[in-house]
Nanobody, 116 residues
């Protein structure tokens, strides 16, 4: 089983930057994909960006060019650098992982608030 812990959320003004970090523990050798989802108030959880073990990424159109995902396999971490933040980026951001045999794990979430 994989355990995920996020950090780095907070309050920032529009146009600002934040960096989220997620540390994985447990059966980290089995992680195939890891990354970030978010859920805004009253909306469904949506993909932000994920990265596979081989390095390929999948990033939501709404954040392309502003958010960058990176992974450090040696440290079992995945970071999300968020630049040019907009009020519509306000959400709870969840770290997510999926193992090579299909088991999914979620972190507890970290709140990001972007003020206009």
């Amino acid at each position: 089983q994989v355990h995920l812990v996020e950090s780095g959320g907070g309050l920032v003004e529009a146009g600002g930057s934040l960096r989220l970090s997620c540390t994985a523990s447990g059966s980290t050798f089995s992680i195939y994909v890891i990354g970030w989802y978010r859920q805004a108030p009253g909306k469904q959880r949506e993909l932000v960006a994920v990265i596979e073990s081989a390095g390929s990424t999948n990033t939501a159109d709404s954040v392309k060019g502003r958010f960058t995902i990176s992974r450090d396999n040696a440290k079992n971490t995945v970071d999300l650098q968020m630049n040019s933040l907009k009020p519509e980026d306000t959400a709870v951001y969840y770290c997510y992982s999926k193992t090579s045999y299909g088991r999914e794990s979620w972190g507890q979430g970290t709140r990001v608030t972007v003020s206009s």
